[in-house]
């Protein structure tokens, strides 16, 4: 019941339940306020026995449960607690007014509670119309998550994850930066949340086409997460950075130097660049809005400027073909604005040029991914493996998509690969060079004939 101001005890009730919060281990302070009162020379006067009795839980946070039974036919006061039971005799007026105040503070906090809660409900709300009204302006400006308060950052946050769904975008992501293009839809550059479902990419900056959203063309991360020393954190690039390593004869030997067909923001430059102090890098990338993004917010700029890496805005293909210089390693990452893989990497004539311009025991890596699930397209990933081995020297190494969570086919060409060499050289990345598989074109294999989709049993148009 409900105990008010004006109550005399004669019309309590036989018991009076009070439901209390507290942590495990804590006294119970309403218990002392009772226990306080022991004159016991107001027995005569007290014609009242109240018992206080209380359930221990064992949990960190526990509910409590303080039952008062009220009797009028006795003349002294029973007290009980978790930690003690003794006997004080208390008057009935002070009785009286210590169960106000418990009843009264109880009241006052629950009431105190839910009108806080109310307000910042309210408050809340008010903000996130706000928020939402000024999203169309503040969206591209890269200062628009400094300037507002530290009080409105959760629901600044909560009313652009729902803008974002609203328009069908990640509600993970805050656009950081974006910029035209003549190849596709627009870029953005954006910036991850760090409680975003995909751990792969929490907390990095990425850069994305606005039509292919779920496609990653680059990423960095922060100095808080580049100490991850996880296998594959850097995604495809992390598999990249091996082609060092995997070089024979004259291009194993001496200061590398490194073709990057697909350059986009840098990342594949920036990891080899961590992973090889003897590297220096050539990067093509077709898209110049890609390289002015990659050079404000991404790793681009430093790299030019430490000197070890080139970049050439243009057609990647028709560059390296026309290049004077001899490499050591080439690194095909192209796809088209949907994501898809350039046509040419069908072609064998594409493989050979490229093949051209390497120095004995140089190599060829190439990223063919074409997607997961149904929509995966395994036959044109097939069909690049089988032209880069044929314009090479029959055979190629391919890689397990899924493996050390990297969900790209990658194809790496020339002979064997000596992998437990490569495994002790690129130390606590060596579980890498596990997923590789090694295939030769057979020799009774005719030319021109699907011989690589037949070795892994696959049917490609009636194979």
Known sequence: MLFTRGHSLATLTTTLTLPLYAASGVGFPYCITVRSYSDSAAAARAGVTVTIAASVATRAIARRRVVVAVSSSSSTVTAASPASSRRVVVPRARVARALRRVVARVVDRVVARVVARVVDMRRARAIRRTVSRAMSTTRSSPRCARVAPKRAVGARRRAARAAARARGASPWTVVVDR????????????????????????????????????????????????????????????????????????????????????????????????????????????????????????????????????????DAFEGCARSEIEFDGLIVDCFDENSVVVACLRDKATWAALAARLKPGGRVVANVSTGRGKGAKLDDAIACAQALADATSDEVTIWRAGACSIWNELILSGPEVNWRRVAHEYGDFASLTKDWFYFKKPPDAASGAPWLAKTLGVDIDGA
């Open 179 to 314: 910029a035209s293009s003549r190849f596709g839809s627009d870029l953005l550059v954006e910036r991850v949340s760090r409680d975003c479902p995909n751990a792969a990419f929490a907390g990095a900056l990425v850069l994305t086409r606005e039509g292919a959203p779920d496609a990653v063309l680059s990423e960095r991360r922060d100095a808080a997460s580049e100490g991850s020393s996880a296998v594959g954190a850097g995604g495809v690039f992390d598999a990249f950075a091996t082609l060092p390593a995997t070089l024979e004869g004259d291009a194993r030997r001496g200061k590398k130097t490194i073709g990057i067909l697909g350059l986009g923001a840098g990342t594949c430059a920036e990891i080899m660049a961590k992973r090889h102090d003897d590297v220096t890098m050539i990067g093509w990338e077709l898209d110049p809005a890609i390289v002015e993004l990659a050079r404000r917010h991404f790793a681009v700029g430093d790299l030019e400027r430490e000197g070890r890496l080139a970049v050439v805005a243009g």
